[in-house]
């Protein structure tokens, strides 16, 4: 079984910036349907960003559009997450997480991952 293994996240002012990482263990990142969730406090999970295998397509929610960027790097086999003009309303904790089969042509729900990272908490200050 993949294990999805992350890297960032931290405490930034709003307006900053932050990357996370995303590495599945013993696996390639090109053999799953990857995507980043995230969980505000007192709130459910939900989808922030996907992307479709081989063609590299990024999906997004509307509340990120134009200030996160999804990323695939099948040479150093990660996923990344770029998050830019952050704002207080971000603070979440994010997960990396990872489906087989037939990828959704869109943002991927929360409900559509098997595979999920440990978690990597996100505060942005105001």
């Known amino acids: 079984q993949v294990q999805l293994v992350e890297s960032g996240g931290g405490s930034v002012q709003a307006g900053g910036s932050l990357r996370l990482s995303c590495v599945p263990s013993?696996?390639?990142?090109?053999?799953?349907?990857m995507g980043w969730i995230r969980q505000p406090p007192g709130k459910d999970r939900e989808g922030v960003a996907s992307?479709?295998?081989?063609?590299?397509?990024?999906y997004y929610a509307d509340s990120v559009k134009g200030r996160f960027t999804i990323s695939q790097d099948y040479a150093r086999n990660t996923l990344s997450l770029e998050m830019n003009s952050l704002r207080p309303e971000d603070t979440a904790i994010y997960y990396c997480?990872?489906?087989?089969?037939?990828?959704?042509?869109?943002?991927?729900?929360?409900?559509?991952?098997?595979?999920w990272g440990q978690g990597t908490q996100v505060t942005v200050s105001s």
């Open positions: 013993g696996d390639s990142v090109g053999s799953y349907c």
């Open positions: 992307v479709y295998p081989g063609t590299g397509t990024p």
């Open positions: 997480a990872a489906y087989r089969g037939v990828c959704l042509n869109g943002l991927s729900p929360a409900a559509s991952y098997k595979y």
